[in-house]
């Protein structure tokens, strides 16, 4: 990317770095997720100036096989922590990311695709 002037990475983080949750056994990756954002900030400033952008994608809760391994039968049911009513999708995420690399002037960026889960909760 150095040599051609050019390039995107696009990290993976979590809303959960800015919005945790109690109850939830996240510690250790939170604190991951957390150096990845830190991580996206530096190399942003390490490489713009070969027009490298670097950004992080921070999801909410998305559909996968993870709230099964987590003793959730019905991943719907977080569906409340997301303003939107619903938790996120896969290809929602892609979309983001094929944003993000196709992007000129962003770089440094968390974007959280999260339904609104960080901006806040309905009662």
Known sequence: ????????IINI???????????????APITSKGAIHSLTRQLAAEFGKDN???????????????????????ADSLAGL???NRIGEADE??????????????T???INVAGGHTVGHTI
């Open 1 to 8: 990317m150095v040599t051609q002037q050019n390039g995107s």
């Open 13 to 27: 983080g979590t809303v959960l770095v800015e919005h945790a949750i109690g109850g939830f056994p996240a510690t």
């Open 52 to 74: 490298i952008k670097v950004n992080t994608i921070a999801p909410g809760i998305i559909r996968s096989p993870l709230q099964g391994k987590m003793g959730i039968a019905n």
């Open 82 to 84: 997301h303003l939107l």
């Open 93 to 106: 995420i892609a979309e983001a990311a094929y944003y993000l690399a196709s992007s000129d002037f962003i």
């Open 108 to 110: 440094g960026e968390t």
